[in-house]
């Protein structure tokens, strides 16, 4: 029995159904990331677990436990919003306390609890300043703190890196990631950001429609898609004669599928390729290595391993 | 440093003195010593301040007035709450008729009103009393209360409630510690401006009022039908001395802009 299991969980809204039909088993410790465009029903599902938003039908139970049956502010879940969503006209400190106050926890124990939150999300020296007073990114630390606190039997992340720029995206996520290996807490995420659920997840369900098209490691999903949809949302993936290719898998050689480089972009770290073939426009990503590469207009030869 | 040009603070100079030189006037006629109205004013005197304590009705209708306004103005903003509430949160069928219907006092004549409710408080017994006056002016400051108050309410991101119940929050604890917090400066500011309203209503109060609940303005506009010495001129800027003390507290205390225009920024 899973620590946490969704069974057969659907929402209609009307005559729109938002979930359909998910079945998903999350194990104690787990970092699992509810992966799809907008529309695709994650966050409905997240607000499902949250109580925010009651099934259609099916089951949620969280350590054997009828989760449907409990109030939202029973569930002792963490949650963390997209929006921060901090009270604004509380101090850091005053937010991360207040769900040890409602848990009734005496004075001492709540300041000494609060400071180690705020320790671990590397705001101690920021305990006193308002919402307001805080950047996107300390913000955003304050909101997960606010939710570890409680000690959460799961941690629900709604998008809580998307309003946050490119580099401190980045550094949010390795530090999610090690803070969640820390506390070993029950993690889900919600996120359109593929890059963002394969760094930081245990297992990804990749949905679109309401529906999960696979549920499986970022390493799997990404190398045996299940489905056209999850390789074409999971990085960019060409499609030669019927065959699903990796960008990054086609190289340049003597010999091969002909083709004429129609655009050449250089992005550090790789080039970027765009080559008209027979079979149509193929993207090819190639490691740069310092060498010279073919120029925009140069005739080339593809190949690439064919795998399993 | 000014970002206007020559002739648009020209023009708001103008506005300015336009708005500002009636309340200029009347209290440089308050200090006249004539018995009647009379401009411009060459010798100086407080007889008509003095005179105001020959009619105790004005120093009580004041405190009606003020009563008044203070109780009506906070029924208002106890009924526009819960309403604000759940007009900027729930689809519920007869939400936009319910906010007409709040929304509707704006729209008839005061005059209308007044006559209307002279008959209505005449039949349920409550004729000339107070709590008819209170009644009435509950209705007509309503918009204003509610205006503002579903402004903040509607301004309010509902997640941060539900980040308030996931930490375990009872629905009564989030109405108490987040939701009434934070829709406090737009309370405030409806309440002010149902307070200004009520304070300043003639045209339908005069219709309702009976001698002995009189509100200042009705008992104002009785006293210069039947008399035409500078008395009104005295109290008037006696209204406006005290109105000018109230603003420099509050702007003191909160800032104004805050206040009236409802910029709510939390916390301190």
């Not at chain 1, 991360?96 to 124990?109: D, K």
Request: charged share 15%; with cysteine; proline share 4%.
């Amino acid at each position: 029995m899973a620590f946490l299991a969704l069974d057969n969980l659907s929402k209609r809204f009307g005559t729109q159904t938002a979930v359909d039909g998910l079945s998903l088993g999350v194990e104690k410790g787990e970092f699992i990331s509810l992966l799809g465009p907008s529309g695709c029903g994650k966050t409905t599902t997240l607000q499902m677990i949250a109580g925010f938003v009651e099934p259609s039908s099916g089951a949620i139970r969280l350590e054997g436990e009828d989760l449907l049956a409990v109030k939202p502010a029973k569930r002792g879940l963490g949650i963390v919003f997209q929006s921060y969503a901090l009270f604004p006209h509380m101090t850091a400190t005053e937010n991360v306390a207040f769900g040890l106050e409602m848990q009734g926890i005496a004075a001492a124990e709540r300041a000494r609890r609060v400071a180690d939150a705020l320790e671990l999300v590397g705001l101690g020296a920021f305990a006193a300043r308002y919402p307001r007073q805080l950047s996107g990114g300390q913000q955003q630390r304050v909101a997960l703190a606010r939710a570890l606190v409680i000690r959460p039997r799961i941690l629900l992340l709604d998008e809580p890196l998307s309003n946050l720029d490119a580099k401190l995206r980045e550094e949010m996520q390795i530090e999610l990631r090690q803070i969640q290996r820390t506390v070993g807490t029950t993690t889900i995420l919600v996120t359109h950001d593929q890059a963002e659920a394969m760094a930081l997840s245990d297992r990804v369900v990749v949905m679109n429609k309401g529906r999960a098209e696979q549920i499986a490691t970022p390493l799997e999903a990404y190398e045996h898609p299940a489905t056209a949809f999850v390789a074409s949302f999971l990085g960019k993936t060409n499609l030669v004669n019927g065959v699903a290719v990796r960008p990054e898998r086609i190289a340049f050689a003597a010999a091969g599928l002909v083709g004429t480089v129609r655009t050449r972009i250089f992005q550090g770290n790789h080039w970027l390729y765009q080559v008209d073939t027979a079979s149509g426009l193929v993207t090819v990503i190639r490691q740069n290595t310092g060498d010279a590469m073919p120029e925009e207009g140069a005739a080339v030869h593809l190949v690439w391993e064919a795998r399993a | 440093m000014s970002r206007n040009g020559p002739l648009a603070l020209a023009y708001h100079a103008l506005f300015v003195v336009f708005m500002l030189t009636p309340i200029l006037v009347v209290c440089w006629v308050a200090f006249t010593p004539e018995g009647f109205l009379s401009f411009p004013v060459r010798h100086w005197s407080l007889r008509w301040f003095y005179a105001i304590g020959r009619y105790p009705e004005f120093v009580s209708a004041f405190w009606r007035s003020l009563g008044l306004g203070a109780l009506s103005s906070a029924l208002a903003v106890a009924v526009s709450v819960p309403a604000a509430l759940a007009i900027a949160r729930h689809q519920f069928a007869g939400r936009e008729a319910m906010t007409t219907l709040f929304m509707s006092p704006l729209m008839i004549p005061h005059v209308v009103l007044g006559i209307a409710f002279l008959r209505f408080f005449t039949e349920i017994g409550l004729g000339g009393t107070f709590a008819g006056l209170v009644l009435s002016h509950i209705v007509i400051v309503l918009p204003f209360a509610l205006r503002l108050t579903l402004a903040s309410a509607v301004g309010l991101d509902s997640r941060i409630e539900h980040a308030a119940v996931s930490l375990g929050a009872s629905e009564a604890t989030v109405l108490k510690r987040i939701t009434l917090p934070l829709v406090l400066p737009g309370l405030v500011s409806g309440w002010a401006l149902a307070f200004i309203n009520s304070f300043d209503e003639v045209t339908m109060t005069v219709f309702i009022a009976a001698p002995g609940t009189e509100t200042l303005p009705v008992r104002m506009f009785l006293y210069i039908q039947d008399n035409i010495d500078p008395l009104v001129t005295s109290v008037s800027a006696c209204v406006i001395a005290i109105t000018v003390a109230a603003l420099i507290a509050l702007d003191r205390a909160y800032g104004l802009e805050r206040l009236l225009v409802g910029k709510g920024s939390h916390g301190r």
